[in-house]
């Protein structure tokens, strides 16, 4: 890469006086093709080639690094650029071909707690909707990692991340989804809910319902852990996206239990009669912003009660100007049951030199 930047003047300068409309246009001389060919090179990243680059400083013994003068900062630098570049799938899939994988991973074991967090922050980014990326991770055995990470790290920081990554190599990922739950993941999301932080708990949140939408059969897991009372806790919490992804998860339990025992908790009627009164004394504008949460709090109601929340009745549920059922929350409601009824029309059809540093 150039170290003084692009020569937008020059290149704005020749660009305006070769295409301002007031001349015809003509051939370029060869030297101002050559001038201008060496300009937009010099600005050309082999992004390949600098991959290439950052795995040999990653393959590098940290004792030879520290005696280059390497810094825990300059690794988190290089972390960086390496997330911009494999943010393309083809450059992601890329990576173990040029022996970057495994050295990435293994970053995920260092001292420094820094480090730790960006390489899972990059590994997430690796495997986001990309198969052949979350199977080669999962080949390096870098769900193992991660799991440690997740459940055992000191920094809450790291084990964030590692979350992080987790979610986005399950996701779509049947290996996936069953190395987590025979690694008592399940045990790992519970504890992360009992976390003191707020965006350990949303990544938690946002998982478990994942992964109760993709297998119903996990509720009783999820039972047997203990997770009600903890989330009936998060759905009383200040922050409005914890409050609502617990509810969400909640709604998943109690749909699963046809029976009715998943809303047999007294906890559970106080925490949704304290939510209908805390909504009622919201402010015009602070309803408008929690429009999930009182769609949840009602599709909650209904479920468990067999009948409407008061919601509707003090015409809180649908604001004017609102649709009668938003579409993110229908699709939640209707999901599962779509779900269920495309699985038994199948039964009834029918009974996966030294390393320059940088």
């Not at 600098?50 to 690094?65: A, D, G, N, S, Y």
């Not at 055995?141 to 987790?166: K, M, P, Y």
């Not at 059969?217 to 852990?225: A, C, G």
Request: proline share 3%.
């Amino acid at each position: 890469m150039a170290k003084d930047g692009p020569n937008w003047d020059g290149l704005l300068k020749w660009s305006l006086s070769h295409a301002d409309g007031t001349q015809p246009t003509r051939q370029l001389s060869e030297e101002e093709r050559k001038w201008f060919m060496e300009a937009m090179q010099s600005q050309t990243v082999d992004v390949v080639k600098r991959m290439k680059e950052i795995t040999l400083v990653m393959q590098t013994p940290q004792h030879v690094l520290v005696d280059h003068g390497v810094t825990s900062q300059d690794i988190e630098d290089l972390l960086d650029e390496l997330q911009e570049h494999v943010e393309s799938i083809d450059m992601a899939n890329d990576l173990h071909a040029i022996g970057g994988l495994v050295p990435l991973l293994g970053f995920l074991k260092n001292s420094h707690a820094n480090i730790r967090a960006k390489a899972a922050d990059v590994v997430r980014t690796l495997v986001q909707n990309n198969p052949p990326s979350q199977e080669l991770v999962m080949e390096a055995n870098g769900l193992e990692s991660l799991l440690s990470n997740f459940t055992s790290d000191a920094d809450v920081h790291v084990q964030t991340q590692a979350l992080g990554a987790i979610s986005s190599l399950i996701r779509h990922n049947k290996a996936g989804v069953s190395a987590f739950k025979l690694a008592d993941g399940y045990t790992g999301l519970r504890d992360a809910l009992a976390s003191d932080s707020v965006r350990f708990q949303r990544k938690a949140l946002n998982l478990l319902q994942y992964l109760l939408q993709e297998d119903v059969s996990d509720q009783s897991i999820v039972t047997e852990l203990g997770f009600s009372r903890v989330l009936i806790r998060l759905g009383s919490r200040d922050d409005a996206e914890t409050r609502e992804a617990a509810l969400g998860v909640l709604l998943e339990l109690a749909r699963g239990k046809n029976d009715g025992s998943g809303c047999s908790s007294v906890e559970l009627r106080q925490l949704l009669e304290e939510r209908i009164e805390g909504i009622s004394l919201m402010s015009q504008e602070d309803l408008e912003t929690v429009k999930e949460e009182r769609q949840l709090v009602d599709a909650l109601w209904r479920v468990c009660y067999d009948e409407p929340s008061s919601l509707g009745e003090k015409g809180l549920l649908v604001l004017p100007g609102e649709d009668a059922l938003p579409p993110d929350v229908a699709s939640k409601l209707l999901e599962p049951l779509l779900r269920a009824s495309a699985a038994n029309g199948n039964a009834t059809e029918k009974k996966e030199e030294p390393v320059k540093l940088l």
